[in-house]
């Protein structure tokens, strides 16, 4: 006997072939939603994202947007596109700043961050002491690119890692976290770190000068290191001398007995007059982080013909009394 088919289980049957893609040919409403939701957070992203102009910039935001907070920190993009941000403090651990919002008087934000402990600091100290590329860099008031990855081998991280609940407040009446002050703080600091990185070292801890003054220390509980560094540094100067025409002098030419013979010595150089190129402010270029660059070369190069000038004829001057 042919077993009878209900007409509500044939009802449930055509429902889900219309709801099921793959047997109704067609896919659902709710994915085309899902599809333009994340074209729209992928959109929001890249305008944060390229808000900072520098890879501190970026990553300032990249570590706070990991957890999402994508929506929420846009809503701050304008704010801190209208530079509303005044009084901006970095200490370390903390962020503070005010917002001028839509009431008269600015809202105060504070943004919390764990800072690297102590013992996490000297690890990483030492492994700077390790690379001179590193600590030339930092006295030229530059952070190295890769510094990054000696917080990461030592277990910490040179931006403030992301957590799934921001420590962070304002005194707006909008209880969220965050809410739009706070995230115009957020970008409006990634603008400041693309201006001074450094200020992302003393937010983990550790100011300029302190990292500076205790690399000193590091360096000296690391002077293996720093040797071997030397004895590199020496090894490649000497596979460069053959690469330049370097005037040298025997040592046996030195003698007292040649100096006491009365006899012209010929040194081997000569004095020209200086021209208008600038062949040597040219190589040197212009000091890093200097104020006003143009105003700063234009000085250099009035004083170096100054200088040069005086030079020449104090030599022109000593020929002629002696011919």
Known sequence: MAKKTSARSYRKRTLNSHNDPKLSGSRPKNYQERQQKRHEVQ???????NFAHTQW????????????????????MRYAEE??????????GQIFGTVQGTAPTPYRVKINFKTIPEEGWNEILLKI???VKYIIALLENKIPDNLHQIFKE????????ASKTLNASCSCPDQAVPCKHIAATILYTARVLDLDPFLLLKLRGKSRDDLLHDLQLARSCANRPIVQSTHKIREQIHSYDDAFDVPSLNFHDLSHKNFLSGEPYEIGFSFSKPGVHFDILDTLGIAPNVEKPL????IMKDLYINVTNSI????????TNLK
């Open 43 to 49: 959109q929001i992203m890249d305008d944060l994202l």
């Open 295 to 298: 105003e700063f070369e234009e």
């Open 129 to 131: 002491a390790k690379k």
């Open 154 to 161: 030592t277990g910490y991280q040179l931006f403030p890692p």
């Open 312 to 319: 020449f004829k104090k030599v022109k001057s000593l020929e």
């Open 83 to 92: 530079n509303r941000i005044e009084n901006l403090t970095v200490s370390p």
């Open 57 to 76: 910039g970026i990553q300032w935001i990249e570590s706070i947007l990991k957890f999402g907070r994508p929506y929420r920190m846009q809503r701050g």
